[in-house]
């Protein structure tokens, strides 16, 4: 992938935001600190460049680990309404393999 060689350190399931750019505004996952937040959101928008993760409007998604691969779902905002809820939000799901 080229951010890190070693994911044994990427918790097991971890959410994400991204912005219209396929920049990553937030990572979350329980006892998450600033140094691997900011690793994660760059493995993140590594995926986003290679294509595995699409992006629009904003992209939100969860990343967990299974049998040798990372599994993200997510929806990305592809149309913006006039309200929230007028959003046109596309469901995804990927395997990245690790």
Excluded: A
Aim: aromatic share 16%.
């Amino acid at each position: 992938m080229g951010v890190i060689m070693n994911y044994n350190f990427v918790p097991n399931f971890f959410e994400f935001e991204l912005d219209e750019q396929g920049g990553w505004d937030s990572v979350d996952f329980e006892g998450c600190t600033d140094e691997i937040e900011d690793v994660l959101g760059k493995i993140v928008e590594e995926w986003v460049n290679k294509d595995y993760i699409p992006k629009g409007e904003k992209t939100i998604g969860k990343v967990w680990k299974e049998d040798g691969y990372f599994v993200v779902t997510g929806e990305v905002c592809t149309e913006l309404g006039e309200d929230w809820n007028d959003d046109k939000w596309d469901n995804f799901e990927v395997k990245i393999l690790f």
